[in-house]
């Protein structure tokens, strides 16, 4: 739905660097760039089966419905295709004893978010430790004039969109403000497009596709492995360029063995001259039109899983809508006009 009302977004204002060999051939030391890596949605599989019979990895989903992808780790956002959001990809009586709230998670306190800030402690000042174990987020400073805002939005998530609506509104009275929102949860790569009231794109967000791959009984598609690294400017913090990578899991199937590399490169990708929101929004705009780049942009967005299966149609109209309108009301009109 368009909706940003799960979990733990990374309303980044940046931070990192990174190894250099993991740069695209030919591009060497960048100046005046930053990098950080993006990894998420590593979700535990108690029930996975080290064996050569790859039919006997995993157990058949007893699940009726889908599975849909968990909001417990780092990065979590919704999206059209997550209808809902349960905390294991298992069913919950084969991950603990204790009562799973499906979609749920306190507001208070609990041995979750404790568990979550003693993993963060290496990286996290005392202040940050505190609001994650109490509430699941934080805030830190990184350097003078860049702030982590890490925001636990399952503490958002419900059939009640006037708290996605409350969110969004927030996003844009600050979007000044907001160097990059990064996101996850949905296993897939997406970009969206934060516009104002008066439909100026004003900030950029970057969904990163997952490094667990999952399958949706309802959804003819999954994605590959992936993590992503962002580029930015450290003057100004403004996004420089993404550069994505993999894990093929066909051939490494087939091979046996397992090779991650590079998938693209985004401003190259799309022929972009920056990631700036009006640039962002031309793109989502361009989707509409006979191109190959909404072609490109799925392919991309299950991370090469099916090259066969294209997304016209309905399937497109709720892409591009989800790329361009983040509350409930323009995406809804976007949906029924059947375009923009
Ligand atoms: C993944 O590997 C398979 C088998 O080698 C190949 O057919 C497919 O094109 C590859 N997909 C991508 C996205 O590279």
């Known amino acids: 739905m368009g909706l940003l009302s799960c979990v733990v977004p990374l309303l980044l204002l940046l931070c990192g660097a990174a190894p250099l060999e993991a740069a695209p051939a030919k591009s060497s ?3 005046g760039t930053g990098r950080f890596w993006h990894i998420t949605d590593l979700h535990l599989d108690p029930t996975y089966n080290l064996t050569p019979d790859p039919t006997k990895v995993a157990p058949p989903l007893k699940e009726s419905r889908p599975p849909t992808p968990a909001c417990s780790e780092t990065s979590c956002v919704t999206h059209p295709t997550a209808s809902s959001n349960s905390p294991p990809h298992v069913p919950a009586g084969e991950l603990s004893t204790d009562l799973v709230v499906q979609d749920q998670m306190p507001t208070s306190t609990n041995a979750v978010y404790r568990a979550a800030a003693e993993l963060w402690r290496p990286w996290l000042q005392n202040e940050a430790l505190l609001t994650l174990s109490q509430g699941g987020f934080y805030s830190q400073l990184v350097k003078p004039g860049l702030r982590v ?3 636990n939005t399952i503490l958002y998530y419900g059939p009640n969109k006037k708290h996605n609506e409350r969110l969004v509104s927030i996003f844009r009275k600050y979007s000044d ?3 990059g929102h990064f996101y996850g949860h949905t296993h897939q790569d997406s970009i969206m497009v934060l516009l104002d009231q008066q439909g100026k794109p004003v900030n950029s967000l970057f969904v990163s596709p997952a490094v667990t791959p999952i399958k949706s009984l309802l959804q003819p598609y999954s994605n590959n492995p992936a993590f992503r690294m962002y580029l930015y400017d450290t003057e100004d913090f403004s996004m420089q360029d993404i550069w994505q990578y993999f894990l093929n899991l066909t051939e490494a199937n087939e091979r046996q063995s397992a090779a991650w590399r590079r998938e693209y490169v985004l401003r190259e990708a799309f022929g972009l001259a920056d990631l700036k929101p009006l640039s962002l929004l031309k793109l989502g705009l361009s989707f ?13 967005f299950m991370v090469g899983y099916d090259t ?3 997304c016209g149609g309905a ?3 709720s892409q591009v809508c989800a790329m361009l309108y983040l509350d409930q ?9 059947g375009g923009w």
């Open 177 to 179: 403000i907001i160097a």
């Open 329 to 337: 009301l323009s995406y809804s009109r976007c949906v029924e006009k």
């Open 29 to 31: 030391y960048l100046p």
């Open 288 to 300: 509409m039109e006979q191109s190959t780049a909404f072609d490109s942009y799925f392919k991309h």
């Open 315 to 317: 399937c497109k109209i």
């Open 308 to 310: 066969s299966f294209t």
């Open 149 to 151: 805002v890490s925001l």
